[in-house]
Nanobody, 127 residues
Framework: QVQLIESGGGLVQAGGSLRLSCVASGRTFSTSTLAWFRQAPGKEREFVAG???????????YYSDSVKGRFTISRDDAKNTVYLQMNSLKPEDTAVYYC?????????????????WGQGTQVTVSS
């Protein structure tokens, strides 16, 4: 049984930083794609950042345009954990943040391709 548990959300002022963590269990994750999505009230779930095994010794990393240069995704396969370091936060970053994982190739940004999801963690950025 695969489980993903997020933590690290909270309330922060604009310009501040937060670091989200997602601990995975139930399967080997070193060959998986791990990603972060977010969903604001009344909006669709959107891709934030992803980290995918290349099949070799490195990982591909992708970011949405809205967070590029401000957010950094990283993973520690020894701890089965993926992180999202969020800097220079803006009020429009306010959302519930979810981590997700899959083992098949495809588009990073398509939430329908992900097989497992965490319960989400709330991030609120005040102006």
């Amino acid at each position: 049984q695969v489980q993903l548990i997020e933590s690290g959300g909270g309330l922060v002022q604009a310009g501040g930083s937060l670091r989200l963590s997602c601990v995975a269990s139930g399967r080997t994750f070193s060959t998986s794609t791990l990603a972060w999505f977010r969903q604001a009230p009344g909006k669709e779930r959107e891709f934030v950042a992803g980290n995918a095994w290349s099949g070799g010794s490195f990982y591909y990393v992708y970011y949405s345009d809205s967070v590029k240069g401000r957010f950094t995704i990283s993973r520690d396969d020894a701890k089965n954990t993926v992180y999202l370091q969020m800097n220079s936060l803006k009020p429009e970053d306010t959302a519930v943040y979810y981590c997700a994982t899959k083992w098949r190739s495809g588009r990073f940004s398509n939430p329908n391709e992900y097989d497992y999801w965490g319960q989400g963690t709330q991030v609120t950025v005040s102006s």
